[in-house]
């Protein structure tokens, strides 16, 4: 579907962004986001480069990259007019990125699932609030540094370590039940 | 009360002598209204149960009530994340006594494979249940074993009913 990858950097994002727009991508299909922190920096020992036989990929020098896919749809026969385009922008932790929702609006939604899930600031949405989870939750579970057994449970055990059944054991007790 | 058919039987003026408990038990097993609290994809094989082919009403349970005052049973079907945890809680604090409560699938009973920032891992950390149902998710035959097995609990328990 995608015939075209550009790679731009974080400073031109929104200029590329904006003449892709006028040149008819209407469409913003996805806005997601990778984490290349650990990105091939692992020691080789521990086997994953055979996935890659024309060697080990390189580290990237910016921690994130924003994928922003872009549709052009036909308003009248509402048939794709153009191939797809995939923008991929590097960016790192305190670049000034800025949002595209004066270009496409429901790029609202999907940069708050950006900064809930990765922790990746917009430089012009300062009040910016998560989308998915819950207001009380403490850091981004996407990012690469995120401990993976790591939970933050509202109400419930609060260190997160499996429970047993209580109440199971309990009506095993009192009810003789087969 | 006992069954009409056993009355019908009687001599004129006859009794029947049954323990309280078993009478108590045997009407809320046949008389189970269930709060179906529907979150993931086990939602469909509630539905194949609960619909006319599997039939759950043959057990005395076709009764669904969207109000937790006016349920018995809250049937978690589906993942449980941490973030409607405390609205099932409520849920399950708004139901009246005598309640039960049914963990339906694999995700209810342990988070299942969602080993994650995001899932409860297993609903009895939250609240207590009384029969859990695995499967991913459970055939329809399992589900009326489950319903089998907590009408079964519900007969025992007599007046402690939760």
């Not at chain 1, 400073?11 to 962004?17: I, Y």
């Not at chain 1, 999907?110 to 998915?132: H, N, Q, S, T």
């Not at chain 2, 963990?103 to 299942?112: I, R, Y």
Request: aromatic share 10%.
């Amino acid at each position: 579907m995608i015939s075209e990858t550009r790679t731009v950097a974080c400073a031109q994002a929104l200029d590329t962004l904006s003449r892709l727009k006028a040149e008819g991508y209407n469409l913003l299909v996805d806005l997601t986001a990778l984490d290349y922190s650990v990105y091939g920096k692992r020691p080789a020992s521990m086997g994953w480069e055979q996935n890659f036989p024309s060697g080990a990929p390189a580290p990237r020098p910016e921690r994130f990259e924003l994928v922003y896919r872009l549709a052009s749809l036909d308003p009248v026969t509402g048939l794709e007019a153009k191939p797809r385009v995939e923008v991929r922008v590097s960016c790192g932790e305190g670049s000034s990125l800025l949002s595209v929702m004066s270009l496409w609006p429901n790029a609202d939604w999907l940069e708050r699932e950006v900064w809930d899930m990765f922790g990746i600031k917009f430089a012009d949405r300062p009040g910016i609030k998560r989308l998915l989870l819950y207001e009380e939750f403490v850091g981004h579970p996407l990012r690469k540094d995120y401990p993976v057994n790591k939970r933050q449970p509202l109400i419930g055990p609060k260190s997160g370590e499996l429970a047993g059944s209580p109440s199971f054991n309990i009506a095993r007790q009192e009810i003789p039940f087969e | 009360m006992p069954p009409m058919s056993l009355m019908e039987q009687l001599p004129e003026g006859g009794l029947v002598a049954t323990r309280l408990d078993d009478a108590l038990g045997w009407a809320r097993k046949y008389s189970i209204f269930q709060y179906p609290f529907v979150t993931a994809c086990c939602g469909m094989e509630y539905m194949s149960a609960a619909a006319s082919h599997y039939d759950m009403d043959r057990f005395g349970a076709g009764f669904p009530r969207f109000s937790p005052r006016q349920a018995d049973l809250l049937m978690v079907v589906g993942t449980i994340s941490h973030k409607i945890a405390p609205v099932l809680r409520r849920i399950y604090d708004q139901m009246a006594a005598p309640k039960w409560v049914v963990a339906f699938g694999v995700c209810t009973c342990t988070g299942g494979f969602y080993d994650d920032y995001s899932t409860v891992q297993g609903i009895d950390t939250i609240l207590p249940v009384d029969v859990y149902i695995p499967g991913c998710p459970p055939r329809p035959e399992a589900v009326l074993h489950g319903l089998s097995l907590l009408q079964e609990k519900i007969q025992k328990q007599g007046r402690r009913g939760r």
